[in-house]
């Protein structure tokens, strides 16, 4: 870790940048975002986002959700990644909370149920408008953090306390705001030139100067 930098302060511009910005998951509400979240473990947003129209005209809630079968779930989800497991888990979700009202939004219930975990769970609170109780760390933020010196390794749940260790709770979102820094500039070919970090990134002060 970079310890000449404080880091909150110099994470400031990047949190400001991203202030506010949904999650590129196209979800219309909190059910529509956790059954997203699910489906897009090791897959892609975009792909997710091609196939949710027609998932939710068939399962408009968790209601109609938990109504649902491998028979009649599987044919709208069949192209995402893990498929099986995936319908086997949201249909568990659904069973078990039965109704929108029910969602929870807090992080260690959100971790209970099948198929989410603490990465999961912090993107789902973050959209919902929920104060932070951990950091967003997915494979954008893997490959930023490290990069710029907030954390180092690549385990995820050893970033996520880096960075929680770090910063404080208010400055959370830093890792939704990486993740976006990953998609659009840090990519695993880096766009240094354009990064607004740069002044204080690890990577760039090794690698590139």
Not at 89 to 99: D, H, P, S, V, Y
Request: net charge positive; aromatic share 6%; proline share 7%.
């Amino acid at each position: 870790m970079s310890s000449n930098v404080n880091w909150p302060e110099a994470i400031k511009p990047l949190l400001e940048k991203y202030k506010g910005q949904q999650h590129p998951l196209e979800y219309k509400n909190v059910y529509q975002l956790v059954v997203m979240v699910v489906l897009s473990a090791q897959d892609s947003d975009r792909n997710i986002n091609k196939l949710a129209p027609e998932l939710f005209k068939a399962f408009p809630d968790m209601k109609a959700l938990s109504k649902a079968s491998d028979r009649t779930l599987q044919p709208h989800i069949s192209k995402v990644r893990n498929f099986r497991n995936k319908t086997k888990w949201l249909l568990e979700i659904a069973g078990k909370i039965k109704t929108d009202k029910k969602i929870p939004l807090a992080l260690d219930d959100l971790t209970e149920l099948p198929g989410i975990g603490r990465k999961s769970a912090n993107v789902i609170l973050r959209e919902a408008g929920k104060p932070p109780a951990g950091v967003i760390v997915d494979l954008h933020v893997v490959r930023v953090a490290p990069r710029l010196g907030i954390a180092t390794g690549t385990d995820p749940k050893k970033i996520e306390k880096q960075i929680m260790e770090t910063l404080p709770q208010k400055e959370w979102d830093a890792g939704m705001a990486m993740s976006f820094l990953g998609r659009e500039i840090c990519r695993p070919k880096p766009k240094c030139e354009l990064c607004l970090m740069r002044t204080v990134c690890r990577y760039y002060q090794e690698m590139v100067k």
